[in-house]
């Protein structure tokens, strides 16, 4: 079982709409938990960090559910500049490398 | 904001040949640096991971001849891909942690190989 699984997408999408991703993750240890955005040949970077009480920025939602261990993104009133990779990541406690889901495509179009 | 400077962003080399992928952090002092790399519409994978003086810890199934790592400095870390073959194309990134409160990761911009 891989460490953290994601939806296998690709997510093709209209302006406007809302989607969902999810991901589990299979070390009961992961202490950190973040959504990372990736654009095509390009380092990924951070979009959010996820807490257990849930957090908001902007259109951008983020749930973690400790007990199931899943992670959900949700992102509101999509916009073409949405279109990237979006990476569910974890992290064990301690100075750990991040573990990195294989990632879900969201295309947005006009 | 912390910056990890990496080069080249890109590189074609033959096969047989090394190539030499530079992280700097800028402006901060790096204790870790883990390598990654990822091969097209697969997710990122550790390689390795170095610690400022110390010998890297090499993830299973990577082979620490072939992937050579130094981290002389707090500021430096260097990976090199000896005696590259086609099948060692692929986006290499590397990612920096300063191993303080909270563990902030810096990555740098990733260098794109290929071996022809």
């Known amino acids: 079982r891989k460490e953290v699984e994601q939806d296998p997408g690709p997510f093709n999408v209209p302006e406007g709409a809302t989607v969902a991703f999810n991901c589990t993750y299979s070390?009961?240890?992961?202490?950190?938990f973040f959504w990372y955005r990736q654009d095509c040949r390009k380092e990924p970077k951070l979009l959010m960090s996820?807490?257990?009480s849930g957090n908001e920025d902007g259109r951008f939602t983020a749930q973690l559910n400790r007990a199931s261990q899943y992670i959900s993104l949700l992102i509101r009133d999509s916009k073409l500049s949405d279109s990237a990779t979006y990476l569910c990541?974890?992290?064990?406690?301690?100075?750990?490398?991040?573990?990195f889901g294989k990632g879900t495509r969201l295309s947005v179009i006009a | 904001g912390a910056v990890v400077s990496q080069h080249p962003s890109r590189v074609i080399c033959k096969s047989g040949t090394s190539v030499k992928i530079e992280c700097r952090s800028l402006d901060f002092q790096a204790t870790t640096m883990f390598w990654y790399r990822q091969f097209p519409k697969q997710s990122l994978m550790l390689m390795a991971t170095s610690n400022e003086g110390s010998k890297a810890t090499y993830e299973q199934g990577v082979e620490k001849d072939k992937f050579l790592i130094n981290h002389a400095s707090l500021t430096l870390s260097t990976l090199t891909v000896t005696s590259a073959h086609p099948e060692d194309s692929s986006f290499y990134i590397c990612?920096?942690?300063?191993?303080?409160?909270?563990?902030?990761?810096?990555f740098g911009s990733g260098t794109r190989l290929t071996v022809v």
């Open positions: 990612s920096a942690s300063t191993g303080g409160a909270g563990y902030g990761y810096t």
């Open positions: 996820v807490y257990s």
């Open positions: 070390n009961s240890a992961s202490q950190s």
């Open positions: 990541v974890v992290n064990a406690p301690g100075n750990t490398p991040l573990v």
